[in-house]
């Protein structure tokens, strides 16, 4: 199957830096895409990236690498707002739409 | 520019109802996705319309059908309503048959009782 595997939980400290890893199949990859979800709202769109190397917005980055199946959003400068569930999802090459994982929680403390 | 309206945004029905969510497209996409997010999970692909056309289903019973119109809004609909249908059901649309990002309308939260 395509499964997407990424951490359940994560904690992090206001104003520190956390990575939020993703791992995924590479057969078929055809584009990356990190989305922000808070509890009981809907998913908003964060980033792209269909080729190798870091994608960089305001405090947000993500990385790709696609011989090993891998990415990461980088957040900087945390804030508490920035508590949410992160989702990473793979698109694959065909008729088959977006494949999610399962999400991260990430907690923001004081 | 207007993003992905859905309607109702919340609705209460009974078990072995039947219910109908509708969902209009950000202007100029053409694909439209139908999800389902239970409480606490993550989200589950339902279904994938494009062009008016069906593109991709995900393992759900034949309850949970839908529809694309001509002009690229959506209908889903949930026959015999169960319990654990309970969720948010969430509607994306993307442009270029489904090879653009997808956007979120804000959601229908349904509660079967």
């Known amino acids: 199957g395509q499964n997407i595997d990424q951490p359940t939980e994560m904690t992090a400290t206001e104003g520190a830096i956390v990575q939020i890893n993703c791992t995924y199949q590479?057969?078929?990859?055809?584009?990356l895409f990190w989305y922000q979800q808070h509890a009981g709202e809907a998913p908003t769109f964060l980033s792209y990236?269909?080729?190798?190397g870091l994608e960089e917005k305001g405090r947000f980055s993500s990385f790709l690498s696609r011989s090993k199946g891998y990415s990461y959003l980088l957040l900087k400068e945390l804030q508490m707002k920035d508590s949410a569930s992160y989702l990473c999802a793979v698109r694959y090459s065909g008729n088959t739409p977006l494949v999610f994982g399962k999400g991260t929680r990430l907690s923001v403390i004081a | 520019e207007a993003g992905v309206t859905q309607s109702p945004t919340h609705l209460i029905k009974t078990r072995g109802q039947q219910v109908t969510l509708r969902c209009s497209p950000i202007s100029g996409h053409t694909s439209v996705y139908w999800y389902q997010q239970a409480l606490g999970l993550g989200l589950q692909f339902l279904l994938w319309y494009d062009e008016g056309e069906e593109r991709n289903r995900g393992n759900f019973p034949p309850r949970f059908s839908g529809r694309q119109f001509p002009n690229y809004s959506s209908e889903l609909n949930v026959n015999a309503l169960e319990l654990e249908d309970s969720a948010l059901y969430l509607c994306?649309?993307?442009?270029?048959?489904?090879?653009?990002?997808?956007?979120f309308g804000p959601g229908t939260r349904l509660l079967v009782l």
């Open positions: 994306a649309s993307s442009g270029w048959q489904g090879m653009e990002t997808q956007y």
């Open positions: 590479t057969s078929g990859f055809n584009g």
């Open positions: 990236n269909v080729l190798d």
